[in-house]
């Protein structure tokens, strides 16, 4: 005997014709890889492609940045890779699971997820690590999140989610934590976790039948959305968001509130070489010469050369005010 809760936990029915592909060839889906290698290339003949400098021409874009603007860096970010594996791995991902997707969806819906999906993804790496990261790995596992909660409404979606590959993802979903760990190398399992997160959560959503298990899957959504957009507008606890609008108070002359912003980073765990060299700028620039003296002593004894860098900026500084 079926019982209700049997009954509303299954995938809606589709009708007959929603079977067939909506869209006969994936061209979204070739976009956004050809961007990605495009992206990788352009970076491998970019003279400056380890600096900031380099790096934004090609979509990665600094905390300071983005807060200024530069919202879209949340969506190129996605196509930015540094090493060939990295490259590989996501390319070969994002056109099996992608490219199925798009083609049982529709371009438009398809370009819809995608977009939010590295948006959010980026978002939340950005909120907890204070870098959007790079790579398409947080949209990756969006599609095969809302693949693997989707399959039972999308029969083809079985083809490429064999039991092979989803302990696959669920192993490197935990594997890169440990690697992260441990120091062996630095991944952004903050976007991969929000992009499975998201892409399960809009699986489900239209999965389920009835509004009573939609419901809490559309509040966990809307949450998670609110979260990937917290860091433009809000984030005390974060040393890179405290940093960047210490900077921005700097510019402006806000000599104040930049020391205090700069103490509040550098206590959160900021770099410390970074938070002393500007420390002592900014209380220069406030005429406060006996913090000045301090942070330079502070300073020297973390990097005895950055300490004369920004002793000799100063004093060419006093020397251009008094001519």
């Known amino acids: 005997m079926e019982t209700a809760t049997d009954h509303t936990s299954r995938p809606a029915p589709l009708p007959a014709d929603a079977l067939k592909n909506r869209q006969r060839f994936p061209i979204l889906t070739w976009v956004a ?13 970019e003279p400056n492609r380890d600096s900031w400098e380099g790096l934004q021409k090609w979509g ?9 603007g530069a919202f879209w860096g949340l969506v190129t970010s996605t196509f930015v890779h540094m090493e060939i594996w990295h490259l590989a791995f996501n390319l070969y991902w994002l ?19 995608f977009l939010i999906a590295a948006a959010v993804s980026s978002g939340i790496e950005l909120l907890f690590d204070g870098s959007t990261g790079i790579g398409a790995s947080g949209a990756g596992y969006a599609l095969f999140g809302f693949m693997w909660m989707a399959r039972g409404r999308y029969p083809r979606f079985v083809e490429v989610l064999d039991q092979r590959t989803i302990l696959l993802f669920v192993v490197w979903l935990f594997l890169c934590v440990g690697l992260t760990i441990f120091g062996i190398k630095s991944i952004g399992n903050y976007a991969h976790f929000a992009g ?3 892409g399960a959560g809009v699986g489900a959503l239209v999965s389920f039948e009835r509004w009573r298990w939609r419901q809490p899957v559309a509040a966990g959504l ?10 433009l507008v809000w984030s005390q606890w974060s040393p890179a968001w405290t940093a960047t609008r210490a900077v921005k ?15 509040r980073s550098l206590r959160l765990g900021a770099d410390k070489v970074w938070c002393w060299s500007n420390l002592a700028i900014a209380y220069h620039s406030a005429g406060d010469q006996a913090h000045r003296h301090g942070a330079i002593r502070k300073l020297r004894e973390l990097d005895e050369g950055r300490a004369r860098e920004v002793e000799r900026t ?10």
């Open 33 to 45: 890889c050809a961007a990605c290698v495009v992206v990788f290339v352009g970076l491998l003949d």
């Open 60 to 68: 990665f874009y600094p905390y300071e940045k983005i807060l200024d």
């Open 95 to 113: 056109w099996v699971l992608g490219s199925r997707l798009e083609q049982a969806i529709g371009s438009l819906g398809w370009l819809a997820f």
């Open 196 to 198: 499975l997160g998201l």
């Open 222 to 231: 809307a949450a998670l959305v609110v979260a990937a957009a917290l860091p």
């Open 249 to 263: 108070a700097h510019k402006k002359g806000d000599f104040q509130t930049a020391i205090k912003r700069y103490e």
């Open 314 to 323: 100063l004093f060419e500084s006093l020397q251009m005010k008094w001519k």
